[in-house]
Protein backbone atom coordinates (compact mmCIF):
# COMPACT_ATOMS: atom_id res chain seq x y z
CA UNK A 1 0.00 0.00 0.00
CA UNK A 2 1.34 3.72 -0.62
CA UNK A 3 1.81 6.03 1.97
CA UNK A 4 -0.96 8.10 3.47
CA UNK A 5 -1.34 12.12 2.32
CA UNK A 6 -0.08 14.18 4.67
CA UNK A 7 -2.73 15.77 6.96
CA UNK A 8 -3.06 19.70 5.56
CA UNK A 9 -3.27 22.32 8.12
CA UNK A 10 -6.61 24.39 8.41
CA UNK A 11 -6.01 27.74 6.17
CA UNK A 12 -6.42 29.28 9.74
CA UNK A 13 -4.05 27.60 11.68
CA UNK A 14 -1.25 27.94 9.02
CA UNK A 15 -2.35 32.15 8.95
CA UNK A 16 -1.74 32.36 12.48
CA UNK A 17 1.71 30.66 11.95
CA UNK A 18 2.46 33.31 9.15
CA UNK A 19 1.21 36.13 11.60
CA UNK A 20 3.49 34.66 14.16
CA UNK A 21 6.25 35.00 11.71
CA UNK A 22 5.70 38.18 10.59
CA UNK A 23 5.42 39.93 14.06
CA UNK A 24 8.54 38.63 14.77
CA UNK A 25 10.38 39.81 12.09
CA UNK A 26 8.35 43.12 11.90
CA UNK A 27 9.13 43.80 15.64
CA UNK A 28 12.88 42.92 15.60
CA UNK A 29 14.03 44.88 12.17
CA UNK A 30 11.13 47.14 11.42
CA UNK A 31 8.86 47.61 8.68
CA UNK A 32 11.49 48.57 6.08
CA UNK A 33 14.01 46.26 7.20
CA UNK A 34 11.53 43.14 7.20
CA UNK A 35 11.79 40.49 4.55
CA UNK A 36 9.26 38.65 3.03
CA UNK A 37 11.43 35.63 2.47
CA UNK A 38 12.41 35.37 5.89
CA UNK A 39 9.00 35.33 7.25
CA UNK A 40 8.57 32.88 5.35
CA UNK A 41 11.18 30.86 6.15
CA UNK A 42 10.42 31.58 9.83
CA UNK A 43 6.93 30.39 9.24
CA UNK A 44 7.57 27.60 7.28
CA UNK A 45 6.38 28.26 3.91
CA UNK A 46 7.28 29.48 0.60
CA UNK A 47 7.11 33.31 0.18
CA UNK A 48 4.21 32.69 -2.77
CA UNK A 49 1.63 31.29 -0.48
CA UNK A 50 2.76 33.76 2.03
CA UNK A 51 1.24 36.08 -0.79
CA UNK A 52 -1.76 33.89 -1.23
CA UNK A 53 -3.13 34.17 2.06
CA UNK A 54 -2.33 37.81 2.82
CA UNK A 55 -1.81 39.69 -0.69
CA UNK A 56 1.30 42.10 0.35
CA UNK A 57 3.78 43.33 2.82
CA UNK A 58 1.42 45.87 3.85
CA UNK A 59 -1.63 43.84 4.29
CA UNK A 60 0.86 41.16 6.37
CA UNK A 61 1.88 44.53 8.58
CA UNK A 62 -1.95 45.35 8.43
CA UNK A 63 -2.96 42.02 9.69
CA UNK A 64 -0.12 41.57 12.36
CA UNK A 65 -1.42 44.92 13.90
CA UNK A 66 -4.81 44.74 14.12
CA UNK A 67 -4.04 41.22 15.72
CA UNK A 68 -1.47 42.07 18.12
CA UNK A 69 -3.89 45.40 19.05
CA UNK A 70 -6.86 43.28 20.03
CA UNK A 71 -4.59 41.19 22.00
CA UNK A 72 -3.60 43.83 23.97
CA UNK A 73 -6.83 45.65 24.57
CA UNK A 74 -8.18 42.25 25.83
CA UNK A 75 -5.98 41.96 28.08
CA UNK A 76 -5.72 45.02 30.05
CA UNK A 77 -9.49 44.47 30.04
CA UNK A 78 -9.72 40.75 31.40
CA UNK A 79 -6.86 41.56 33.98
CA UNK A 80 -9.13 43.86 35.93
CA UNK A 81 -11.37 42.26 38.31
CA UNK A 82 -14.44 44.02 39.01
CA UNK A 83 -15.01 44.34 43.03
CA UNK A 84 -11.72 45.29 44.02
CA UNK A 85 -11.05 48.91 45.37
CA UNK A 86 -9.90 51.68 43.41
CA UNK A 87 -6.24 51.37 43.44
CA UNK A 88 -6.40 47.09 43.55
CA UNK A 89 -8.31 47.48 39.81
CA UNK A 90 -5.47 49.88 38.70
CA UNK A 91 -2.65 47.89 39.63
CA UNK A 92 -4.65 44.53 38.03
CA UNK A 93 -5.11 46.52 34.88
CA UNK A 94 -1.56 47.75 34.89
CA UNK A 95 -0.12 44.39 35.81
CA UNK A 96 -2.03 42.99 32.84
CA UNK A 97 -0.68 45.43 30.79
CA UNK A 98 3.00 45.05 31.62
CA UNK A 99 2.34 40.93 31.51
CA UNK A 100 1.71 41.20 28.21
CA UNK A 101 4.36 43.35 26.80
CA UNK A 102 6.46 41.70 28.86
CA UNK A 103 5.49 38.52 27.10
CA UNK A 104 5.33 39.85 23.75
CA UNK A 105 8.01 42.34 23.03
CA UNK A 106 8.06 42.14 19.49
CA UNK A 107 4.47 42.66 19.14
CA UNK A 108 4.80 45.78 21.76
CA UNK A 109 7.47 47.27 19.25
CA UNK A 110 5.86 46.46 16.03
CA UNK A 111 2.77 48.78 17.65
CA UNK A 112 4.71 51.22 19.56
CA UNK A 113 7.28 51.80 17.63
CA UNK A 114 7.08 50.74 13.84
CA UNK A 115 3.60 51.14 13.30
CA UNK A 116 3.37 54.37 14.28
CA UNK A 117 6.37 55.84 12.07
CA UNK A 118 5.84 53.81 8.96
CA UNK A 119 2.93 55.62 7.84
CA UNK A 120 -0.79 56.93 8.07
CA UNK A 121 -2.93 54.15 7.63
CA UNK A 122 -0.55 52.14 10.21
CA UNK A 123 -0.97 54.63 12.97
CA UNK A 124 -4.32 55.13 12.24
CA UNK A 125 -4.53 51.79 13.55
CA UNK A 126 -2.23 51.51 16.37
CA UNK A 127 -4.33 54.69 17.67
CA UNK A 128 -7.36 53.47 17.31
CA UNK A 129 -5.84 50.95 19.92
CA UNK A 130 -5.01 53.27 22.19
CA UNK A 131 -8.44 55.28 22.13
CA UNK A 132 -10.03 52.38 23.42
CA UNK A 133 -7.79 51.24 26.18
CA UNK A 134 -7.48 55.26 27.37
CA UNK A 135 -11.14 55.05 26.80
CA UNK A 136 -11.52 52.07 29.25
CA UNK A 137 -9.14 53.77 31.67
CA UNK A 138 -11.13 56.69 31.73
CA UNK A 139 -13.87 54.87 32.66
CA UNK A 140 -11.94 53.39 35.52
CA UNK A 141 -10.69 56.47 37.17
CA UNK A 142 -14.50 58.18 36.89
CA UNK A 143 -15.46 54.71 38.45
CA UNK A 144 -13.12 54.77 41.23
CA UNK A 145 -14.06 58.70 41.54
CA UNK A 146 -17.78 57.52 41.76
CA UNK A 147 -17.01 54.76 44.50
CA UNK A 148 -14.40 56.86 47.12
CA UNK A 149 -15.77 60.31 46.43
CA UNK A 150 -19.11 61.34 48.76
CA UNK A 151 -19.44 64.38 46.03
CA UNK A 152 -17.68 62.44 42.85
CA UNK A 153 -17.90 64.93 39.93
CA UNK A 154 -14.41 65.37 38.69
CA UNK A 155 -14.37 67.24 35.35
CA UNK A 156 -14.97 65.13 32.51
CA UNK A 157 -11.67 66.44 31.02
CA UNK A 158 -9.90 66.59 34.41
CA UNK A 159 -10.76 62.89 34.02
CA UNK A 160 -9.90 61.76 30.41
CA UNK A 161 -6.32 63.95 30.89
CA UNK A 162 -5.54 61.88 33.80
CA UNK A 163 -6.43 58.83 31.66
CA UNK A 164 -3.92 60.00 28.69
CA UNK A 165 -1.32 60.77 31.25
CA UNK A 166 -1.54 57.52 32.48
CA UNK A 167 -1.42 55.38 29.26
CA UNK A 168 1.31 57.47 28.16
CA UNK A 169 3.78 56.98 31.35
CA UNK A 170 2.43 53.11 31.28
CA UNK A 171 3.48 53.01 27.41
CA UNK A 172 7.10 55.10 27.92
CA UNK A 173 7.76 52.66 31.00
CA UNK A 174 7.27 49.62 28.84
CA UNK A 175 9.59 50.76 26.77
CA UNK A 176 12.02 51.06 29.15
CA UNK A 177 11.24 48.19 31.49
CA UNK A 178 12.03 46.06 27.76
CA UNK A 179 14.94 47.68 27.06
CA UNK A 180 16.56 47.54 30.92
CA UNK A 181 18.26 43.64 31.88
CA UNK A 182 16.41 42.25 35.13
CA UNK A 183 13.38 44.97 35.43
CA UNK A 184 10.35 42.43 36.02
CA UNK A 185 6.66 43.18 34.72
CA UNK A 186 5.66 43.40 38.76
CA UNK A 187 8.18 46.11 39.02
CA UNK A 188 7.22 48.03 35.96
CA UNK A 189 3.91 47.89 37.74
CA UNK A 190 4.76 48.33 41.11
CA UNK A 191 6.88 51.53 39.55
CA UNK A 192 3.65 53.52 38.31
CA UNK A 193 1.99 52.77 41.08
CA UNK A 194 4.13 54.62 43.40
CA UNK A 195 4.71 57.20 40.67
CA UNK A 196 0.72 57.68 39.70
CA UNK A 197 -1.41 56.84 42.96
CA UNK A 198 -0.20 59.25 45.48
CA UNK A 199 -1.74 61.62 43.35
CA UNK A 200 -4.82 59.87 42.17
CA UNK A 201 -5.42 58.19 45.58
CA UNK A 202 -5.89 61.84 46.75
CA UNK A 203 -7.80 63.26 44.79
CA UNK A 204 -10.58 60.12 44.57
CA UNK A 205 -10.89 61.15 48.32
CA UNK A 206 -11.55 65.13 47.17
CA UNK A 207 -8.07 66.07 48.12
CA UNK A 208 -6.30 67.57 44.91
CA UNK A 209 -3.61 68.82 44.90
CA UNK A 210 -3.14 72.74 44.41
CA UNK A 211 -0.24 74.88 43.12
CA UNK A 212 1.64 76.40 46.51
CA UNK A 213 0.98 79.97 46.76
CA UNK A 214 3.70 82.30 44.71
CA UNK A 215 4.65 79.15 42.82
CA UNK A 216 3.24 81.04 39.70
CA UNK A 217 5.54 82.43 37.11
CA UNK A 218 6.55 85.58 36.61
CA UNK A 219 5.17 86.97 33.11
CA UNK A 220 8.18 88.08 30.69
CA UNK A 221 7.98 91.34 31.06
CA UNK A 222 6.88 93.29 27.76
CA UNK A 223 9.77 94.63 24.92
CA UNK A 224 10.18 98.07 25.06
CA UNK A 225 9.27 98.33 21.08
CA UNK A 226 5.50 97.42 22.81
CA UNK A 227 5.85 100.03 25.71
CA UNK A 228 6.33 103.02 23.43
CA UNK A 229 9.52 105.30 22.80
CA UNK A 230 12.08 105.32 25.98
CA UNK A 231 12.62 108.90 27.21
CA UNK A 232 16.20 109.88 26.87
CA UNK A 233 17.77 109.73 30.52
CA UNK A 234 18.97 113.02 31.88
CA UNK A 235 22.70 113.68 32.00
CA UNK A 236 23.95 113.03 35.31
CA UNK A 237 25.27 116.55 35.26
CA UNK A 238 22.09 118.54 35.19
CA UNK A 239 20.14 115.57 37.14
CA UNK A 240 22.65 117.10 39.86
CA UNK A 241 22.50 120.76 39.32
Same mark, same amino acid.
Not at 46 to 52: F, G, T
Given at each position: ???? +?? +???????????? =??????????????????? %????????? +??????????????????????? $???? %????? #????? =??? /??? =? &???? *??????????? /?? &???????? $????? *?????????????????????????????????????? @????? %?????????????????? #??????????????????? #?????? $?? &????? #?? %?????????????? @?????? @??????
Amino acid at each position: MGAG +KT +KRMPRAVREQQM =LDAAVSVFGRRGYMAASMD %EIAELAGVS +KPLVYLYLNSKDDLFSACIGREA $RALT %EAVRA #GVRPG =LSA /DGQ =L &WSGL *RAFFDHTARHP /DA &WRMLHLHA $RTHGE *RFAAEVAAMREEIVAFVTQLIAAAARDAHRDPHLPEGE @VAGLA %EALVGAAESLADWAGATE #GVTARQAAATLMNFAWAGL #GDLMTG $RP &WSPPE #GA %EPTPDAEPASDAGP @VPDAEP @VAQAAG
